[in-house]
């Protein structure tokens, strides 16, 4: 079993809507992040939490909020998708004695149309 | 300006051949250099990292470091169609906690 999962893999929303994409991990990290990918701009940090009570922004976090339900999930939410957040979406999770080490998820596919 | 810059390619080259994957930075603060690994629709994956200057090795992967040139190398031997994939740098910073700055990756093919 995959030890970082992420759903839906794949998403086609219309402008406008609330999506929400949900990140579980079973490695017992204590830290988790966020990313979006892009084609010529690489990979993004959006949020990034290190552990259930503390969550920080990204370099681009504006147009997305995250929750942190349990130390094992992490959910990144559109509350109001736009054109320009059509990417492919990475959770990532890392140990806070091995900064160095992010291992991720499959990724999840979004387009807004 | 970007803080890591990495040629996207597409680089493409022959079964066995030697390649080498390059990225630039403009922040002297970066201490640890690490290098991804990401097929196609699957997420990155970490191929080794160095600490400061010098390098590194890991079977046909070679780590190279030069903080006076600000320049990160990633050298494989051998190479084989199995290692066809996007190949990304990521740097941090002492102070930056766990976060990464990613160049945008480099598309190499392998041909048999």
């Known amino acids: 079993d995959a030890d970082v999962t992420q759903t839906p893999r794949n998403r086609i929303t219309k402008t406008g809507k609330r999506i929400m994409l949900e990140c579980s991990q079973t490695?017992?990290?204590?830290?988790m992040y966020w990313y979006r990918q892009d084609p010529g701009l690489g990979l993004r940090l959006i949020y990034y939490?290190?552990?259930?009570?503390?969550?920080n922004k990204g370099e681009i976090s504006d147009g997305y909020s995250v929750s942190r339900q349990a130390q094992a999930k992490f959910s990144l939410s559109l509350e109001s998708a736009i054109p320009n957040q059509t990417a492919l979406y990475f959770c990532?999770?890392?140990?806070?004695?091995?900064?160095?080490?992010?291992?991720f998820g499959p990724g999840t596919r979004l387009t807004v149309t | 300006q970007k803080e890591v810059e990495q040629d996207p390619g597409p680089l493409s080259v022959p079964e066995g051949a030697i390649v080498s994957l390059n990225c630039t930075y403009s922040?002297?603060?970066?201490?640890?250099f690490m290098w991804y690994r990401q097929y196609s629709r699957k997420g990155p994956e970490l191929l080794m990292y160095?600490?400061?200057?010098g390098n590194k090795e890991d079977g046909r992967f070679t780590a190279q470091v030069d903080k006076s040139s600000k320049y990160i190398s990633l050298f494989i031997r051998d190479s084989q169609p199995s290692d066809s994939a996007t190949y990304l740098c990521?740097?941090?910073?002492?102070?930056?906690?766990?976060?990464?700055?990613f160049g945008e990756g480099t598309q190499l093919t392998v041909n048999p």
């Open positions: 990532a999770t890392s140990d806070s004695a091995r900064l160095n080490e992010q291992y």
């Open positions: 490695k017992g990290h204590d830290r």
């Open positions: 939490s290190f552990d259930v009570k503390d969550i």
């Open positions: 922040n002297s603060a970066f201490q640890y």
């Open positions: 160095t600490y400061s200057s």
């Open positions: 990521a740097m941090r910073r002492e102070t930056s906690g766990s976060r990464l700055t």
